[in-house]
């Protein structure tokens, strides 16, 4: 029975390694496969840019090298210092109007202190009516006003004021 063990194992051992080469060699396929989409692309790509992109760059590059050569750069340059000069007298007359308004209006504030009156306390007008509601009893404000609520006192005079 053991003899028959030995050259079993070693078809297992084939198979596995039979298995693993084709593993490996499927493995390497798509890799090639990955590769060659990939020089495929690169391809494509190229050919695009160098068909559309490359000319249109330089079209654009000579442009603006047409432009720059038509562009007196000292004529610029001092027309822009020019500009810069004006923009800042202007801004400096226009701080100097400004801090002599804002030094005459502070120079006009009374800053001196104003005594106030205190005032007198108010004093609600219908005090003297409330007052002389709150001696009489319930039943009597609800009979002189003709109330019906069953509440309380102050709130029977409160109704009876606002009738």
């Not at 319930?138 to 606002?162: N, P, S």
């Given at each position: 029975?053991?003899?028959?063990?030995?050259?079993?194992?070693?078809?297992?051992?084939?198979?596995?390694?039979?298995?693993?080469?084709?593993?490996?060699?499927?493995?390497?396929?798509?890799?090639?496969?990955?590769?060659?989409?990939?020089?495929?692309?690169?391809?494509?790509?190229?050919?695009?840019?160098?068909?559309?992109?490359?000319?249109?760059?330089?079209?654009?590059?000579?442009?603006?090298?047409?432009?720059?050569?038509?562009?007196?750069?000292?004529?610029?340059?001092?027309?822009?210092?020019?500009?810069?000069?004006?923009?800042?007298?202007?801004?400096?007359?226009?701080?100097?109007?400004?801090?002599?308004?804002?030094?005459?209006?502070?120079?006009?504030?009374?800053?001196?202190?104003?005594?106030?009156?205190?005032?007198?306390?108010?004093?609600?007008?219908?005090?003297?009516?409330?007052?002389?509601?709150e001696r009489l009893t319930?039943?009597?404000?609800?009979?002189?006003?003709?109330?019906?609520?069953?509440?309380?006192?102050?709130?029977?005079?409160?109704?009876?004021?606002?009738?």
């Open positions: 029975m053991f003899s028959a063990i030995a050259p079993l194992l070693a078809g297992v051992e084939l198979v596995t390694e039979l298995l693993s080469v084709a593993v490996l060699l499927m493995a390497l396929d798509k890799l090639a496969t990955a590769i060659r989409w990939t020089y495929a692309a690169g391809k494509f790509t190229g050919r695009i840019w160098f068909t559309y992109g490359l000319p249109a760059f330089l079209f654009i590059a000579d442009g603006i090298s047409a432009i720059n050569a038509q562009i007196d750069w000292h004529e610029v340059a001092a027309t822009v210092l020019d500009s810069l000069a004006v923009i800042a007298a202007a801004g400096i007359t226009a701080a100097m109007y400004v801090h002599e308004w804002h030094a005459n209006w502070v120079g006009s504030i009374d800053w001196a202190a104003k005594p106030v009156a205190p005032a007198a306390p108010a004093i609600n007008p219908l005090i003297d009516i409330a007052a002389s509601l319930c039943k009597q404000v609800r009979a002189e006003f003709g109330l019906k609520q069953k509440t309380g006192k102050t709130k029977l005079i409160a109704m009876a004021i606002a009738c």
